[in-house]
């Protein structure tokens, strides 16, 4: 059994994002960029799955610039087998990178796939959604535990208010949530290692699919800031400032 | 021009989302109708009749509509959607899990998690965890948007709209319902709490944070969140978690116990209209944005803060 999994090349989540002067977008030059922490953990539960016996290869696809074949050799450090790269300068919506990763699903024919429920950079949430339904396949996003056996995928999801668990005949398409796992550390013997991994890149053209971007960005600002408050010197005074000028109590 | 909005409900009530999303399907312009597909949810559809605001109500009623699957909930909405220039859905589980799957079918993009509507194709959202604030004009024939619930106020209710039958798609049959664990509580649900009381990595451990956290929470009627950092410590489950990757809320009162204030946890509450934070670190992040900062050690503070609650 294949398993695919999506990485994204994202700004690092410890670096704070600065919106650029002109307002086009957020500052990315010279910015420390990392594998979408999300992906991380997509990587490792498909790494668990082949230790576990239920999957035979894991194969990383990262849609992007040039640079993203860091973040797929990331993933090939961490245990996936190969990696695909789809190499595009241009801006890749969520939709596009759907029929992109829909093209090479119809190339490998893998049973699961795998993706971080959200990118940390346009907050979007919807390229697994969207991929299960170009494959016409079943879907369990925000997952936090999963097993497969006899052909099924059993997810359980964190939903609002609790848990939820579902069974997924296979194919099906699985978004990570924060507690599926804690992805392993790299180490450098494996970083040598995926540095001989095989790693294919193919253009969007190569795929037959039209990325033209769907939503027109017209601006990016910073958000409107929130002035700090006072700091009050004893827990009377808090409750007496909540009671009568907050009139919150 | 006419919406359609997905209504959250669990086959009973309707949810408090389903209000604020019909609020920006109202903004979009143009009539409103809203889809309740469920099975057996005649009282949710009691609730969309009186919500302000909607002309139509569409009520779909099948067994395999009962769990809001995600493949069957889409196909259903599919069916209805030649009919709305916009299909919205509140940015819960439900919808964020749902809509997506709509748009690609449709071969149009979703604008996630809206904040506010510019104009009936042009919209603001929130990106990097709300470090930054993109307008985004949709140029697809069909807008299928997630709405961000604390962007736009509640629709009252008080209405009185029409009811529709509509028939069910068959079964997609691609995934089944096994099982749901439901957090019990008797707190306010957090997304919509008028307060929250939230514990972070400062408490040091389940236990201090029940004993902690839950007594202040009850004395003012509050919901509980959580710190990413709380939640990874294993002290609450992770629905406690407020910040970029869980909930995003908007209380009158959040109360900050013991977190620092990561911009992940700040991207979660900063649209708060009271922020009260106690950590004992003077430098702590929280502290910019907070209304109310008190440094100080939280197993001292907060036993007081009780105390001087119940005077």
Same mark, same amino acid.
């Given at each position: 059994m294949k398993i695919l999994v999506a990485?994204?090349?994202?700004? +690092? ?25 999300f992906d991380e953990i997509a990587i490792e539960e498909a790494v668990r799955l082949k230790e576990a016996g239920v999957a035979t290869e894991v194969i990383a696809v ?13 993933a090939?450090?961490i245990g996936a087998d190969r ?18 990763l829909?093209?090479l699903v119809?190339?490998e024919q893998p049973s699961i796939v795998i993706l971080g429920k959200?990118?940390? +950079?346009? +907050?979007?949430?919807?390229?697994g959604q969207?991929l299960a339904a170009?494959m016409n396949a079943s879907q369990a996003t925000f997952a936090s535990k999963v097993q497969v056996a006899d052909g099924k995928a059993t997810v359980t999801r964190e939903v609002?208010?609790g848990l939820e668990t579902l069974a997924l005949n296979l194919p099906a398409v699985i978004t990570t949530d924060l507690r599926l796992n804690e992805p392993r ?48 010197? +004893? ?15 | ?8 409900? =669990? ?33 949710? $559809? ?7 605001? @909607? ?9 395999h509509?009962e769990n809001q699957l995600g493949e069957n ?20 589980a $439900?919808?964020?899990n749902?809509?997506?799957r $709509? ?17 009936? =194709? ?13 307008? $985004? ?34 079964d997609t049959g691609k995934s089944s319902f096994a099982g749901r664990e439901v ?13 929250? @009381? ?40 992770n ?9 995003? @809320? ?46 100080? =050690? ?14």
């Amino acid at each position: 059994m294949k398993i695919l999994v999506a990485v994204k090349r994202v700004i +690092d989540y410890n670096v704070k994002v600065r919106v650029k002067s002109d307002n086009s977008g957020v500052e990315t030059a010279n910015v420390k960029m990392s594998m979408n922490p999300f992906d991380e953990i997509a990587i490792e539960e498909a790494v668990r799955l082949k230790e576990a016996g239920v999957a035979t290869e894991v194969i990383a696809v990262s849609c992007g610039v040039t640079q993203c074949q860091e973040t797929l050799r990331t993933a090939m450090a961490i245990g996936a087998d190969r990696g695909i790269l789809v190499e595009t300068d241009a801006d890749l919506q969520p939709l596009a990178v759907a029929k992109l990763l829909k093209a090479l699903v119809d190339k490998e024919q893998p049973s699961i796939v795998i993706l971080g429920k959200q990118a940390i +950079d346009d +907050d979007s949430n919807q390229t697994g959604q969207m991929l299960a339904a170009l494959m016409n396949a079943s879907q369990a996003t925000f997952a936090s535990k999963v097993q497969v056996a006899d052909g099924k995928a059993t997810v359980t999801r964190e939903v609002d208010g609790g848990l939820e668990t579902l069974a997924l005949n296979l194919p099906a398409v699985i978004t990570t949530d924060l507690r599926l796992n804690e992805p392993r550390y790299v180490t450098l013997p494996n970083i040598m290692k995926a540095k001989k991994k095989q790693l294919d890149t193919f253009k969007p053209e190569d795929l037959g699919v039209d990325v033209a971007p769907r939503l027109k960005t017209i601006k990016v600002e910073e958000p409107p800031k929130r002035s700090a408050g006072v700091m009050v010197p +004893d827990v009377k005074t808090l409750v007496e400032k909540l009671k009568n000028e907050a009139k919150v109590i | 021009m006419t919406s359609l909005v997905i209504a959250e409900h =669990d086959n009973q009530s309707l949810k408090a989302a389903t209000l604020n999303a019909v609020t920006a399907a109202v903004a979009c312009g143009g009539d409103v109708h809203l889809l309740v597909a469920g099975h057996q949810a005649s009282s949710a $559809v009691e609730a969309a009749k009186q919500v302000a605001g @909607v002309a139509k109500v569409i009520h779909v009623d099948a067994p395999h509509l009962e769990n809001q699957l995600g493949e069957n909930l889409a196909e259903q909405v599919l069916a209805l959607a030649s009919n709305y220039s916009h299909i919205l859905a509140p940015a819960t589980a $439900v919808g964020k899990n749902t809509l997506p799957r $709509v748009a690609a079918k449709l071969d149009v993009a979703q604008v996630s998690e809206i904040t506010k509507v510019i104009s009936a =194709d042009t919209f603001e959202r929130p990106i990097y965890a709300g470090n930054a604030i993109a307008t $985004v004009q949709a140029t697809d024939a069909t807008k299928v948007i997630t709405v961000r619930t604390t962007g736009f106020d509640a629709a009252a209710t008080g209405g009185s709209a029409a009811v529709e039958t509509a028939p069910a798609i068959p079964d997609t049959g691609k995934s089944s319902f096994a099982g749901r664990e439901v957090s019990k509580s008797d707190r306010p649900e957090l997304a919509t709490a008028k307060a929250i @009381v939230s514990g972070g990595r400062g408490l040091g451990s389940s236990e201090q944070y029940h004993a902690i956290i839950e007594p202040l929470a009850d004395k003012l009627g509050a919901a509980l969140g959580a710190s990413r950092a709380a939640v990874d410590a294993g002290y609450v489950p992770n629905d406690y978690q407020v910040g970029q990757t869980g909930k995003i @809320v908007a209380p009158q009162l959040y109360v900050a116990v013991g977190i620092s204030g990561a911009i992940q946890h700040l991207a979660g509450m900063k649209d708060s209209k009271v922020i009260v934070a106690i950590n004992k670190d003077p430098e702590a992040p929280i502290f910019s944005v907070a209304d109310y900062g008190l440094v100080a =050690d939280l197993f001292t503070a907060v036993p007081e803060l009780l105390t001087e609650l119940s005077k």
